[in-house]
């Protein structure tokens, strides 16, 4: 069975810094895309940044310059660095995965999330 645990979350103040990390466990082929997303109570869950298996990627307009994905092939982890954090990016963080299980069977995982609070 395959699980993503994420971790990293907490309390942080304006202006502070996370890292967040996300590890993909259990028997698969290989992982594809990987992602995170967030959720404030109240609100649709929305892209933050996601990464493909070559090393492209994207963000949300809202974090871009501030936050940084990367991933650890050898690991199957994707990590979220997150610099000069606002009150606003407070929210539940999820990393997603698009995960072959083998060739011809493909899912898209989801962790169970992580908590952000940011103070001002």
């Known amino acids: 069975q395959v699980q993503l645990v994420e971790s990293g979350g907490g309390l942080v103040q304006a202006g502070g810094s996370l890292r967040l990390s996300c590890a993909a466990s259990g028997s698969f082929w290989r992982i594809n895309d990987m992602g995170w997303y967030r959720q404030d109570p109240g609100k649709e869950r929305e892209l933050v940044a996601a990464i493909t298996s070559d090393g492209t990627t994207n963000y949300a307009d809202s974090v871009k310059g501030r936050f940084t994905i990367s991933r650890d092939n050898a690991k199957n982890t994707v990590y979220l660095q997150m610099n000069s954090l606002r009150p606003e990016d407070t929210a539940v963080y999820y990393c997603?995965?698009?995960?072959?299980?083998?060739?011809?069977?493909?899912?898209?995982?989801w962790g169970r999330g992580t908590q952000v609070t940011v103070s001002s």
């Open positions: 997603n995965a698009d995960i072959f299980l083998r060739i011809s069977r493909r899912n898209l995982y």
